[in-house]
Nanobody
């Protein structure tokens, strides 16, 4: 059974940094795209960042460009999201996802984690 487990969320102040991790088990994703999405209560899930299988291609939504960095370690079957200069509007639940043919489209991702809460106080 495949599991994606996010960790690293928490409560920080505006301007602080957090690094989210998503560890996969049950199968290897070293040949698959992986991504991060986020969702606020009552709103649609939003694309945040994605990374190609070898890390050679990176994709970001405009609101996080220059602040967030996605990376992966295929040996550890893990994807990361380094979040710097956090803002109160970054306060949402972050989800990792794996195996997609379309980096931006949540419906194309086959596997999802359970989410981790990030709260940024002003």
């Amino acid at each position: 059974q495949v599991h994606l487990v996010e960790s690293g969320g928490g409560l920080v102040q505006a301007g602080d940094s957090l690094r989210l991790s998503c560890a996969a088990s049950g199968r290897t994703f070293s040949s698959d795209a992986m991504g991060w999405f986020r969702q606020a209560p009552g709103k649609d899930r939003e694309f945040v960042a994605a990374i190609s299988w070898n890390g050679g291609s990176l994709y970001y939504t405009d609101s996080v460009k220059g602040r967030f960095t996605i990376s992966r370690d295929n040996a550890k079957n893990t994807v990361y999201l380094q979040m710097n200069s956090l803002k109160p509007e970054d306060t949402v639940v972050y989800y990792c996802a794996a195996r997609s043919t379309n980096y931006y489209n949540e419906y194309e991702y086959r596997y999802w984690g359970q989410g981790t809460q990030v709260t940024v106080s002003s």
